[in-house]
């Protein structure tokens, strides 16, 4: 191998750890969460609250459940299950309050009224 080819391969051998190193020390950015924490993160973008969310699933497939279609490890999901049910050991969730707006006459009807 020629001095030259040497170098060359240094250099490769170099650029080739570089960039190894980032790539084989990826962070966990769930790592130390709690489930509250979790939940905000990764469930809180389609769900408002935490509560009644174990009823569809039931608590013992729960973490199952997680682990497959929503979280990206086995512990995140079992953080995840765990927080849920200690959130609904309480009664149910209370029912989202609904506002009722007023039909309001338009000026056809308003007419009609003395008929």
């Not at 030259?4 to 080739?16: E, F, P, V, Y």
């Not at 512990?75 to 765990?82: E, F, L, P, Q």
């Amino acid at each position: 191998m020629t001095t030259s080819n040497r170098a060359l391969a240094l250099a490769a051998a170099a650029l080739a750890l570089i960039f190894a190193g980032p790539a084989a020390a990826q962070d966990n950015y769930d790592q130390g969460k709690t489930g509250p924490q979790l939940f905000a993160s990764d469930c809180g973008i389609c769900h408002e609250s935490p509560r009644g969310l174990i009823k569809t699933v039931g608590p013992s497939g729960l973490e199952s459940f997680l682990s497959v279609h929503y979280t990206a490890s086995r512990d995140v999901a079992a953080t995840i299950a765990a927080y849920l049910k200690t959130v609904d050991q309480g009664g149910p969730a209370p029912a989202p309050a609904r506002t009722r707006t007023a039909k309001k006459p338009n000026a056809a009807e308003a007419g009609k009224s003395g008929d």
